[in-house]
């Protein structure tokens, strides 16, 4: 396995867990935001964006590597 694939891997994983853990964090104080805005949701998307866009990049690795 590259390096790079492994550090698109923990990286991918990481921003698996900063969405899960921003969720958490956005449960806890929901009530603090305003209603009108749903924070979360468009930070959840976001990063679930971001991980697409790194998993296309891992597939773009794999292939050169075979």
Do not use: G
């Not at 923990?10 to 900063?18: D, K, P, W």
């Not at 921003?22 to 929901?30: D, H, S």
Request: one cysteine or more; aromatic letters at 6%; charged letters at 25%.
């Amino acid at each position: 396995m590259s390096l790079a694939k492994q550090h698109l891997e923990a990286a991918i994983e990481a921003l698996h867990t900063a969405n899960r853990l921003q969720q958490k964090a956005f449960a806890v104080y929901k009530d603090a935001l305003p209603e009108d805005e749903d924070v979360c949701y468009t930070i959840h998307n976001n990063i679930e964006d971001v991980i697409m866009q790194l998993e296309e990049v891992l597939d773009c690795i794999e292939e050169f590597a075979n």
